[in-house]
């Protein structure tokens, strides 16, 4: 029976210590990449008080490690996520910075181009007016110029008949 290793001893504190009826290991493990479901030595946590309040009460005789060279390696890579956060907090209020200002030159334009459509609108419709009114002064000269063309051609019918019967007048003489 001593062959099955306490799993409670395995990975912090057995409370039976040394007369539980399973295997105690006290050598911790220092291999980093052991299977430990294979391995009998020790993997304890992490003392919650240690790594919490930077003490503990039972110092060297506490069961779980205390062991903060795992915490350093985390705490530099949460201080590098960090401000690598930081970093795109200040790159994303760039971008935004940004996209104000683009927004700003946007209804610039937008209104500068609405200003320009409505003069040329209104240049259209002085212009469509101008046309319209010239429209109706050529109307009126074709309407005079085709009353004067139909005079003239009547005069010109009388003035035709005039000569045919001052011809005929001449030839009686």
Known sequence: MAAI???????????????????????????????????????????????????CKFSVYCKFSHDIIPLRKHTN????????????????????NEIKVKDEELKLAESRIKKQVEKLEKEILEKESKIKVTDEELENVKNIAHEETAQL???NENIQR???????KVARL
Not at 19 to 28: I, V
Not at 162 to 168: A, F, P, Q, S, V
């Open 77 to 96: 890579k949460i201080d590098e996520m960090s401000r690598e956060i930081d970093n795109l907090k200040q790159k994303i209020n760039e971008k935004d």
């Open 162 to 168: 005039k000569k045919r019967r001052n011809h005929g």
């Open 153 to 155: 051609q009547r005069k």
């Open 5 to 55: 290793v306490c799993r409670f001893n395995k990975f912090g504190f057995c409370r039976f210590g040394n007369s539980c009826f399973r295997k105690h290991e006290n050598q911790n493990c220092e291999n980093d990449k052991c299977e430990v479901s294979k391995c009998s030595l020790r993997h304890p946590r992490k003392c919650r008080y240690y790594i919490e309040y930077n003490n």
